[in-house]
């Protein structure tokens, strides 16, 4: 039986982290306690970009090392390597978001080529990962999905969308790097989830190298791991899943009010949560046909894991499971997972300041919509100083 509660421990948590790291990560997790503040705060942030003021400086120094490794990948190499020295893997991602054109497409999917081989060179990486929007317009995802006519045009546009998923996911069997692709809206999700199991069914034969994302606040997904799962047993593939509560819920309830069609998203965050724990389960309990990339920030969830991976004799380190969480959040799971010996790693994006801002402000307004999150983080920041604090003073009583 999992007894302690191993995510309280601070100490080992925020064991990287300057005492001035500690105090940026306050202040910012103040102001994301505010959902207002971040309302005014991206729309400031969102003009003075847009009308070139020279607030990248400040910008680097707030959120962007909250939430980023850096600028480019040598940049990001020390906090690789520290993060590994305490048993944790890292995921880079170059999170560049918002284009449009084939030339940033092409641009995204030499990135991603690049960040596999990176991956396949480097120890410290244990996966690489793609965003389908990133190598391809949202509209003719959505147009797939909906099952529209497509013009010549778009027809020759999807075709390039399907080769450069071909091409990322061949290399990274080649390369024997796991690679996943990230879920989105699901007016255009069920384009990606076709093209992900054609690619499963390609190079999950005898493992799992490719690996598609649930939302689990959609409540048709655990129904939806049952049919692939009938699919890869009587087809003869494996199923890879990252599975994550979800990251567009309010968009998704607006779209569906607007439109007139039930929305695909639980009607509550504790169904959601029963939801995702039932999907959960359902992987742990198929280890020997789906490997699953436990993607969540909630500490029931990764609780409930360690104790059926317990109950089933399941090794801490079996390469079939792993647990992730964003870098900047979580390090009282992510790292007191590594240090107890589980498979963990951190999602660490990077990139041009400029150009990760909309991931940077997406973050920050997700964690206020997280009821719980922000203050959750809050509380364990505070309580390594008070920590740290009582520390000191103990030294300095002994001198």
């Known amino acids: 039986m999992i007894r ?59 959120i962007f090392e909250q939430f980023c490794g850096g600028v480019t990948t040598e940049e990001c190499k020390p906090l690789l390597k520290k993060m590994y020295a305490e048993n944790l893997h890292t995921i880079l991602d170059y999170s560049v978001e918002g284009k449009e054109t084939e030339e940033d497409f092409d641009t995204s999917i030499n990135k991603k080529l690049e960040l596999i ?71 255009m ?26 939302q689990c606040y959609r409540w048709d997904r655990l129904e939806y791991l049952k049919e692939l799962h009938e699919k890869g047993k009587k087809d003869g593939f494996k199923i890879g899943v990252k599975i994550v509560r979800g990251a567009y819920m309010e968009k998704e309830n607006a779209r569906a009010k607007k439109m007139g069609y039930p929305s695909p998203i639980c009607e509550s965050k504790e169904a959601t949560d029963v939801n995702f724990n039932g999907v959960l389960s359902y992987c742990l309990d198929h280890l020997e046909d789906i490997s699953v990339f436990i993607g969540t920030h909630n500490e029931v969830s990764s609780y409930l894991a360690l104790q059926i991976m317990e109950d089933k004799g399941i090794a801490m380190d079996d390469e079939r499971v792993w647990f992730s969480q964003l870098y900047g959040m979580s390090d009282n799971i992510s790292y007191n997972l590594a240090k107890k010996g589980y498979n963990a790693v951190k999602l660490v994006p990077f990139g041009p300041v400029r150009d990760v801002v909309p991931y940077l402000l997406r973050r920050a307004q997700e964690n206020t919509s997280v009821r719980g999150q922000t203050g959750r983080e809050l509380s364990l920041l505070l309580e390594e100083k008070k920590r740290r604090k009582g520390d000191k003073s103990t030294r300095h009583s002994r001198n």
């Open 4 to 62: 302690s509660k191993i995510f309280n421990d601070t100490k080992s948590a925020f064991k990287l982290k300057s005492n001035a790291d500690l105090d940026r990560a306050v202040f910012l997790f103040s102001m994301m306690d505010r959902p207002t503040l971040v309302k005014i705060g991206s729309a400031i942030t969102e003009f003075s970009l847009k009308m070139h003021l020279p607030v990248e400086f400040l910008i680097k120094k707030t």
């Open 117 to 187: 081989d990176y991956a396949s060179r480097n120890r410290e990486v244990s996966f690489a990962m793609f965003k389908p929007t990133a190598i391809g317009r949202f509209e003719i995802w959505e147009k797939v999905t909906m099952k529209e006519d497509l013009s010549p045009d778009e027809v020759e546009e999807w075709n390039k969308i399907i080769k450069r998923v071909e091409k990322l996911c061949s290399h990274a069997y080649d390369k024997k790097v796991r690679l996943y692709a990230d879920g989105e809206e699901t007016w």
């Open 189 to 214: 999700q069920s384009a990606a989830d076709d093209l992900m199991e054609q690619m499963m069914r390609k190079y999950n034969k005898e493992e799992v190298y490719i690996i598609n994302t649930l």
